[in-house]
């Protein structure tokens, strides 16, 4: 058979029918789409065990004799003085304000990586995410709306959010069980549902608007733009104006940390000119590793120091209400979205993905922590509701956990592992 008569590969046509030439080039293109992915979703699990030692590390302290000195460290406050003018904030504020802002530019970039070419990148693809997200959060939020009044709904919020970290440690500790296109689903669902956290934060979680000072921010993200369109590649020239985002931000009423997803989703996701990567998967790379082992458990050991006898009056039905929302709504929700949109024909389930998985999937997503917690500081002042909804989210995680790993024993099958180089 001459050139001419050979078949043109098509997308997702198998390796085995190409030409021999072509198989090069064809997996190259899946290293490149794929192996980003793998991983994004490897550090997440590994980051998982380090979130669970910071935990622990943050419980005993709250629950033993240095329990004062534990709280103190988060008062101490930092910043710089030049004569009459002062910025001075506790350490705590430091680390849900600033670090955690870059969190949020690393949700940011993966966002816009998987809109540009990943699980999101078509209305096809986006659809069972989109309806998993969207159910597995609307639920939890109307359960606890139910189950609350007053100040304490105030928190509605909270069981919304599935921690990535957390989960996919989760599903790795069931080892072959899981299908490699569930975790990649449930990534998928993970960054919707962050989305969907950061407009709930954004929306219903930030002060009052000052229009002028969101004005400097909106400035800050307009240079940004001017930058790459002048072709200007020296990354942190870009620091500058994203400093700008995010003190626009601050002052104007948002919670700074959307001036991270901000700045996240504007960086490129293609590569410019000659250059083997785009600034997006660089930024990625480079960051990811430093959120997932340092940013992360720091937020965990500053946020997730709970005292398991102290300050419960008041705030008990807010602990049961995150709880129910986690542990009930979200298996609920992503259960009854996903087969809402495959009865109407919406979406449909990859293969390997059976009514068992979707199980699985809604358990572990009600593993809330990192995100839950966040919203849970911006939601209460109140100590008691605050103190509370904490030890519902951490309950209700440990419960989500364990519930995944009891339904992944006993409904998943062992997988052979896939072989292979790729």
Known sequence: MNDAERPTPTEGTPMEVMPPEAWAPAHGLVQRIVAPVLRFTAIEAASGIALIAATVLALVCANSPWA????????????????????????????????????????????RRELAFGALDSPQKAALPAAAALGGMLVPAGIFALLTDGEARAGWGVPMATDIAFALGILTLLGPRVPAVLR??????????????????????????????????????????????????????????????????????LHPTIAGVLVGVMTPVRAWGLEPRSPAADLIDRLHPWVAFGIMPVFALANAGVSMTAGG????????????????????GVGLAIAAAVGLGVARLPEGVGPREVLVLGCVAGIGFTMSLFIASLAFTNAALLHATKLGVLVASAIAAAATLLAGRLLLPVRAAPSGDG
């Open 313 to 332: 009056g008041g705030g008990d039905g807010v602990g049961l209400a995150v709880a129910a929302g986690l542990v009930l709504g979200k298996p609920v």
């Open 68 to 111: 004062p000195h534990y709280a103190a460290i988060w008062e101490f406050q930092v910043g710089l003085q030049l004569g009459d003018v002062a910025l001075v904030r506790p350490l705590g504020w430091i680390v849900n304000d600033i670090l955690m802002a870059v969190f949020f530019f690393v949700i940011g970039l993966e966002i």
């Open 184 to 253: 990649i689903l449930l990534l998928a669902v993970a960054v919707l549902d962050d989305l969907g956290a950061i407009l709930v934060i954004a929306v219903f979680y930030s002060s009052g608007v000052v229009w002028a000072n969101l004005a400097l921010g909106a400035a800050g993200l307009g240079l940004i733009w001017l930058l790459q369109l002048a072709g200007v590649r020296r990354r942190a020239i870009y620091s500058l104006p994203a400093i700008l985002v995010w003190v626009g931000a601050y002052t104007g009423g």
